[in-house]
């Protein structure tokens, strides 16, 4: 399974203060329809199954349902990542009818001032679950997704509860990796037996729970895992690269959303080109890792956050991961 994310805009009615892409405004020449048509034919092409359209916020795009209706023509899979604050019932029908199979959208708190604060938007947290209701109503699967930060880690699970509550089909928990405006609240990120403690603890959620819960920027869920005996339907934690990439507003692409790394544009060079022959993908595809994760025998499984080891070892995105507690045959004890 092969899924690419697609920055289709940059503008956003939220200004949030951990966005990696650092959206608001509109970015200069960003791609057209008919160059975003063109996009998805080259991105099925390379064999990929899933297309996210996602943003700044993709529902401002005017063009969105025709460029979703084209990826679903052509087979591609198409979902969505939101704030959620768009989706009137009249928008989700629209996005259910012209092929979307799923969204992911964002709720950081269950306490609506955090909420809003954390996304500078006055009535986010309302219009957010308005939003994911509506999907409800109209039978459009959706998703919740956190950004986890110390200040929200506690609320986890209740969050969790929530979503079952609303009738979310996952709740995907992203942990914060600093880049973007993400590196104004670095001091705001886990710290390594947090990391360890928050992922057991959403593990042994996953057993109380009837619907998929999982880690993002946190592979060590796949380790803790495997030592609780559970069996996740996930084949690796990074996809960096490997399965997953990402690209932007104006068409650049990297190995994924957090991992600042611009490798190619798809105005210059064809996307399944970049994909199939492009040197750092090919080099993070080896799994040739450095320091713990070179040796570790969960390499296969989990392989490390490629964006956080970057950020933490001046760019060396094959380097080890300094904030896993994981050494060799135990783990550290907290």
Request: with cysteine; glycine share 8%.
């Amino acid at each position: 399974m092969k899924i690419v994310s697609w920055n289709t805009t940059n503008k956003c009615n939220m200004y949030c203060e951990h966005c990696y892409r650092d959206a608001g405004v509109e970015a200069k020449e960003e791609l057209n329809t008919i160059e975003g048509k063109a996009l998805l034919d080259e991105i099925s092409k390379a064999g990929f199954n899933i297309i996210i359209f996602s943003g700044g916020e993709p529902l401002v795009r005017s063009d969105i349902y025709e460029l979703v209706e084209h990826a679903s023509k052509i087979g591609l899979r198409p979902v969505l990542g939101s704030n959620g604050t768009l989706i009137t019932p009249e928008v989700a029908k629209r996005l259910k009818d012209v092929g979307v199979k799923g969204i992911g959208i964002s709720l950081d708190s269950l306490d609506p001032k955090k909420h809003d604060e954390f996304r500078t938007y006055e009535g986010g947290f309302t219009a957010t679950v308005n939003g994911m209701k509506n999907c409800r109503e109209v039978g459009l699967p959706f998703q919740v997704h956190t950004t986890v930060m110390n200040w929200n880690m506690d609320e986890i699970l209740d969050i969790t509860d929530f979503a079952v509550s609303l009738g979310a089909v996952a709740h995907h928990t992203f942990f914060l990796v600093p880049t973007g405006r993400g590196l104004n609240i670095e001091k705001q990120s886990l710290n390594p037996e947090q990391y360890e403690g928050l992922l057991t603890a959403i593990m042994l959620k996953q057993k109380e729970v009837n619907i998929e819960l999982k880690p993002t920027c946190a592979p060590q869920f796949m380790r803790i895992a495997k030592e609780m005996g559970m069996n996740p339907r996930f084949s690796r934690g990074c996809l960096a690269g490997t399965s997953y990439c990402i690209i932007s507003p104006i068409g650049d692409v990297q190995p994924c959303a957090y991992l600042n790394l611009p490798i190619g544009n798809v105005r210059t060079t064809p996307f399944s080109q970049i994909w199939n022959s492009n040197t750092i993908f090919e080099k993070l595809r080896t799994l040739d890792y450095k320091g713990k994760c070179g040796v570790c025998k969960y390499k296969q499984a989990c392989g490390g956050c490629r964006a956080r080891v970057a950020f933490y070892n001046n760019g060396d995105y094959m380097a080890g991961e300094k904030q896993c507690l994981y050494n060799n045959e135990q783990v550290v004890s907290i």
